[in-house]
């Protein structure tokens, strides 16, 4: 599998390079931005259709809102940059954007 050189497989080189297991399951978050807040119902509707564990985060001092998709896998580029093309396509209707993510570390 060819992987591409980007922000998405440094932050994994760096995980790797920390002894990061990858084969074990992990909470895994990704950041939904709007180009408006809040986001519409119908939205929010669809993501919680597809994806259980869903926050809304509202603005805060210079912070706008966003939303929070969590999913619990074990981490692998294709994951990460399928999962953000999937929420990307699914929110670009309604101003959503997916293109950050992060691993709960324990």
């Given at each position: 599998m060819h992987i591409q050189q980007n922000n998405d497989s440094r932050v994994l080189a760096q995980l790797a390079a920390e002894g990061?297991?990858?084969d074990?399951?992990?909470?895994i978050e990704f950041t939904v931005e709007f180009e408006r807040w809040p986001p519409q119902n119908e939205a929010m509707r669809l993501l919680q259709q597809d994806y259980p564990d869903v926050q809304l985060y509202p603005p805060c001092d210079d912070d706008a809102g966003y939303v929070v998709v969590r999913i619990q896998q074990p981490l692998s580029y294709a994951l990460?940059?399928?999962t953000q093309?999937?929420?990307t396509r699914l929110m670009a209707p309604y101003g959503g954007l997916c293109d950050a993510?992060?691993?709960v570390l324990s």
């Open positions: 990061f297991d990858f074990k399951s992990s909470i990460v940059s399928d093309r999937q929420l993510w992060g691993v």
